[in-house]
């Protein structure tokens, strides 16, 4: 989506708009704190910002954002939008929580930049105090503040307005049940109370799905929410109508297309899912967490077997999954072949391809 503005700063065209457009606002925010990096804008990005504006607006309350890895997710949610938020109500209380102190310290650092800058200051009349500018905890003028804490963290005595929690699991610890409910637990028994009014608080929670149990698939089992699902290659055709300051768009994604081809085309995402694997690429890329062990197919029901231990010929053979494209991230064609012993069934041989014209001649 292309935004047109006045080709200087100064412009009083373009502060208007970074006053009203939070997706033009977070995009300035990432030249401030990367200058040697290029901005490679998406149109995800306008809808992450539309959904962000909402709740800032009242309009949403609790909102689920499923993205990939290297999105700029922590960006948009963790530090633009503290600070945009603070920039038209300097009296908001913001409670922002990641999975580790040193990564909630390093984006509340960030934040705390962006509304000290001198840019900031001509678009804002928010002020920071010059007695509370710590790095988790920095306050306005107006005696209220953007707090950083992480998961399992002692909150007692504090209220927010709004809740931005941003991966609240390491993807090593939701394979652990233990550590997967005691994310789950302290979102229950502690944040959730937090809220200075459940009337009109909000919650925000943005993650890749590492679990089926993990934060994001907890909470849908308990409340209505809104989700934005973001997979990194689209599982269906995809069409998204965003509302913003410049105007009503009708944004579209076909299936197959990657999220943001410019940064992670399908190429880089085939190498990525054969690097982490079909189940980490699932849940992390994909947001479709599935158990290790299977669904209602359990990986257990199929045990290896010894060489000498099975047939000695195939008695049967079928095929399945044809794949109609010979692309990278296609499908799989397989052909297999079966035999039986007693009463159980034997795997003998397997044939994958990418792309099967004749079941005999796989190419």
């Known amino acids: 989506m292309t935004k047109t503005t006045d080709e200087t ?17 977070a995009q300035h925010c990432f030249r401030e704190l990367n200058p040697r990096t290029l901005f490679a804008s998406s149109w995800h990005h306008d809808i992450i910002a539309a959904k962000l504006d909402a709740v800032r607006e009242g309009r949403v309350r609790g909102l689920v954002i499923n993205e990939p890895p290297r999105h700029l997710k922590s960006h948009l949610a963790s530090v633009s939008f503290p600070a945009w938020r603070l920039g038209h109500d300097p009296s908001a209380q913001i ?30 009349a928010t002020r920071l105090s010059a007695q509370r500018q710590a790095m988790s905890e920095f306050e306005t003028r107006a005696q209220r503040c953007r707090l950083a804490t992480s998961v399992g963290g002692v909150l007692t005595g504090r209220g ?37 009014d459940t009337r009109s608080g909000a919650i925000i929670l943005i993650m890749h799905r590492l679990h089926k149990d993990d934060l994001a698939g907890h909470v849908l089992t308990q409340e209505d929410w809104e989700v934005v699902r973001l997979p990194a290659i689209a599982g269906d055709n995809e069409t998204w109508t965003l509302d913003s300051e410049l105007g009503q768009y009708l944004l579209t994604r076909e299936h197959g297309e990657a999220l943001h081809p410019e940064r992670q085309p399908l190429a880089t995402l ?94």
């Open 9 to 25: 700063y100064g412009g009083s065209k373009y502060q208007a708009l970074l006053r009203a457009d939070f997706a033009s606002f």
């Open 95 to 124: 409670l922002c929580v990641s999975y580790a102190q040193d990564l909630a310290d390093k984006l509340s650092r960030d934040c705390r930049q962006i509304v000290a800058s001198n840019w900031y200051r001509q678009l804002f």
């Open 160 to 196: 927010a307005d709004i809740i931005i929690i941003d991966d609240p699991l390491k993807p090593e610890e939701a394979l652990s049940q233990i550590q997967r409910q005691a994310a789950n637990d302290w979102f229950d028994h502690t944040l959730y109370s937090r809220l200075n």
């Open 270 to 363: 085939d190498h990525i899912r054969r690097t982490i694997g079909e189940y980490n690429f699932a849940g992390q890329y994909q947001h479709m967490p599935s158990p290790q062990g299977g669904g209602m197919v359990k990986a257990a029901w199929f045990p290896s077997y010894a060489a000498n231990g099975g047939p000695t010929s195939s008695t049967m053979s079928c095929r399945a999954g044809t794949a109609n494209k010979a692309s990278e991230l296609s499908d799989f064609s397989v052909c297999t072949s079966w035999g039986i012993k007693g009463k159980d069934l034997y795997l003998l041989h397997v044939l994958r391809r990418i792309r099967c014209v004749m079941w005999n001649t796989c190419a």
